[in-house]
Structure formats: structure tokens, C-alpha cells
């Protein structure tokens, strides 16, 4: 299917732990972004990248690593996860700087 | 560094009524302006984006918002509202486009029958 899946969709886990999210398109978009969404901070940008191999921090990105092997794959990894990292994370892409964004149904990740 | 502050984070208004959502921005360059909504349990999705040209700018589903370099403004109206406008609203600036976009905190529209 066209367009920018995320997985998995709902995800529980302890802190302390390692998780990967993952995020897909298939549009070739040169740009990818994670940000996160919380209640009263709206969306803030973790971690975004412009092509393959280059990735630049956002607003709030201690504690989360990306990689960007390949155009179309972009995974967010929190390495040690924190209650305070239980968000709403989407991930989205675009053909260029300042472009529309195409969000991801995004991945509700619940810290306990 | 851009920002935007989006006021009310909740409106309510009447089946039928005007639809008036505020959002001011700051930026040192011209800005790249957008209103994207959110459906309960969805990603984003674009409503209406400000780029260059005419100030006034139309998008889906009736909305229609209108770029105020004097005032830093881009509110966005929808001149009746309806039951399926219901959602979450959310203002994004990029500095000339040139910057990833930067969200406000969004403003969650309530329509009563």
C-alpha cells in the first residue's frame, strides 16, 4: 500500500527497556520526522532526517536515537525508556524542507 | 526561532455557526504557514497551506485562512461550522521553508447540534 505506515500501533512496555518504532514510505520522500504528542505541548520534533545517513535533533530528542539506512525506513529507538517518554508518537514525510507533511496513524506507546 | 501560539486550546460553537480559530506566529523570515486537523485516534492531515502569493488561502472541507504579516496572524474560519468538523486543530510555521515545521499546541473544536 501507498503511502506512511507506522508500527506496531499500540505498544506497552517497562522502563528501563529498549524500543524500536518504525516508521515506512513508500513515496521516496527525501524527508522524514518523528515528533511526539502530548497532552498540552501539542506536537514537539524528536529527530528528523533529509535523506539517507543524515539526521539532524529536534526540540526533545534526549533519550532517542534514529538511524536512516535507507530512504524509505526511518526507526526511532528509545534505548532506556522513561515514564516520561509514554507519548503519542507520529512519524511523517515530506518531498522537501517546508513541504506538506504526510503523517502516520502513529504509535501509542505506554512506559510503566 | 519560529513559534506559534494558538489561542483557546478548546471552542465550542453551534451547527451552522462561524468557525474561528486563532494562531499568531513569530519568525524572523517569512514564513511558511499551515493548518493541519486531526480526527480522534489519526495522524495529521493538511487543511491549508501559506507559502507566497495571495494572502488569502483556501482548503478542504470549506476552511479558509487569511496570512496578516502586520498582525503575525493566520487564523483559520470556516464560515458554518458542521457536526464533522469536530477535531483537533493544529497551526505549524516553517521559516521561509527552510526549517522543519514547528506546531502549536492545537486548539480542540467541539460542534453542537
Not at chain 2, 487543511?47 to 504579516?69: D, S
Not at chain 2, 469536530?86 to 515545521?101: D, Q, W
Request: charged share 15%; aromatic share 12%; with cysteine.
Amino acid at each position: 500500500d501507498a503511502g506512511i505506515t507506522q508500527s506496531p500501533r499500540y505498544k506497552i512496555t517497562e522502563t528501563g527497556r529498549q524500543v524500536t518504532l518504525m516508521c515506512h514510505q513508500t513515496w521516496s520522500h527525501s524527508y522524514m520526522f518523528w515528533y511526539r504528542q502530548d497532552l498540552g505541548h501539542g506536537l514537539r520534533l524528536i529527530y528528523y532526517s533529509a535523506a539517507a545517513d543524515i539526521t539532524d535533533k529536534g526540540e526533545v530528542s534526549d533519550g532517542y536515537v534514529v538511524s536512516r539506512s535507507k530512504t524509505e525506513n526511518f526507526p526511532l529507538t528509545l534505548e532506556s525508556a522513561t515514564r516520561s517518554q509514554t507519548s503519542v508518537y507520529f512519524c511523517a514525510s515530506s518531498a522537501g524542507q517546508g513541504k506538506v507533511l504526510f503523517f502516520g496513524s502513529g504509535t501509542q506507546l505506554s512506559v510503566l | 526561532a519560529q513559534s506559534v501560539t494558538q489561542l483557546g486550546s478548546h471552542v465550542s460553537v453551534s451547527e451552522g455557526a462561524l468557525v474561528l480559530l486563532r494562531c499568531n506566529y513569530s519568525s524572523s523570515v517569512p514564513p511558511y504557514l499551515f493548518w493541519y486537523v486531526q480526527y480522534p485516534n489519526q495522524g495529521l492531515q493538511l487543511l491549508l497551506k501559506y507559502t507566497t502569493g495571495a494572502t488569502l488561502v483556501k482548503g478542504i472541507n470549506g476552511f479558509e485562512a487569511e496570512f496578516k504579516k502586520s498582525e503575525t496572524s493566520f487564523h483559520l474560519t470556516k464560515p458554518s461550522a458542521h457536526m464533522s468538523d469536530a477535531a483537533e486543530y493544529f497551526c505549524a510555521v516553517s521559516s521561509s521553508g527552510n526549517t522543519p515545521l514547528v506546531f502549536g499546541k492545537g486548539t480542540r473544536l467541539s460542534v453542537i447540534a
